[in-house]
């Protein structure tokens, strides 16, 4: 795929979460995809598709008025597409969500392959995990 079939590929995915779209989020990503948030919070960890599959809609869940990515810039490279990204959505618990985020997509035939996401762990741990941390060790 073209570097531009790339991006659009990560911007139809974007866009699909921003919509909420469980099907299509599931569908962006190839069958060896995976989904790696980085840090140590409650979330963080890497995920194949079938994971990412029994978790995609959850997320809505969590924010049932949705919640809404605004891209600042993406960069591409060969089969790499670098985003950087805001959110912002009102959990559930009431308190508004804000995060910054640099996501690394790679993608095989329009597909993601691997989408790494680098963002304020703290605010996952304060808002969507109310707090709460893993056990040490």
């Excluded at 989020?25 to 995976?34: E, F, K, L, M, V």
């Excluded at 960069?75 to 959505?89: F, I, W």
């Excluded at 508004?96 to 989408?115: C, M």
Aim: some cysteine; charged content about 20%; proline content about 4%.
């Amino acid at each position: 795929m073209s570097i531009e079939e790339n991006i659009a590929a990560v911007e139809r995915f974007l866009a699909a979460t921003n919509a909420a779209d469980v099907p299509a989020i599931i569908d962006s990503y190839a069958p060896d995809g995976t989904l790696t948030t980085m840090g140590s919070t409650l979330i963080s960890g890497t995920f194949d598709k079938a994971a990412i599959s029994a978790a995609a809609g959850r997320i809505f869940e969590a924010f049932p008025n949705g919640i809404r990515f605004t891209v600042h810039a993406i960069t591409a490279q060969d089969d790499r597409v670098a985003v950087e990204a805001s959110s912002q959505g009102m959990h559930v618990s009431g308190r508004e969500y804000r995060n910054q985020y640099h996501f690394l997509a790679r993608l095989r035939d329009g597909k993601i392959v691997s989408w790494k996401e680098y963002c304020d762990t703290e605010a996952i741990t304060d808002v969507l995990c109310g707090g709460q941390r893993p056990e040490p060790g």
